[in-house]
């Protein structure tokens, strides 16, 4: 729902804001405090921060070692494939955080586990048919 749901441009501006993919895209790491707070995107899809009326809305922190650990042990199901999907494209904080790490293989392994068995499953399927039809 988050990544089908963009919003819709009018005259080079945004008519449309997903409010939950803001907040993503101002998500920081709560390692670093106001380090990475601070830190200006190189990508102009989404705003840093939130505003509501003339105040500027304060940002939501996690702590992205324990994202990315949980990301490690969910990932294998469709919704944890999609949720880290979306927040790689959504935060880049996150996204910069993730490609620091050097235990990449918490995420990736389950991944490709998941992708393997759903290939093997489908040309299982393919087989049967073929099987059952001639």
Not at 72 to 101: D, K, N
Request: aromatic letters at 8%; glycine letters at 6%.
């Amino acid at each position: 729902v988050t990544n089908n749901y963009r919003a819709q441009s009018v005259n080079g501006r945004n008519a449309l804001r997903n409010p939950f993919r803001v907040e993503l895209a101002s998500l920081n790491d709560t390692r670093w405090g106001k380090d990475v707070a601070t830190r200006q995107s190189d990508s102009s899809l989404l705003p840093l921060s939130s505003t509501v009326g003339d105040s500027q809305a304060m940002s939501l922190s996690i702590n992205f070692e324990s994202l990315f650990e949980a990301f490690g042990r969910i990932c294998h199901t469709e919704l944890g494939a999609l949720t880290l999907y979306t927040m790689l494209l959504s935060s880049p904080i996150f996204a910069e955080s993730v490609a620091a790490r050097s235990d990449l293989d918490l995420v990736i392994i389950p991944l490709l586990r998941s992708l393997y068995f759903s290939s093997v499953m489908k040309h299982d399927k393919l087989l049967q048919k073929k099987g059952a039809g001639g």
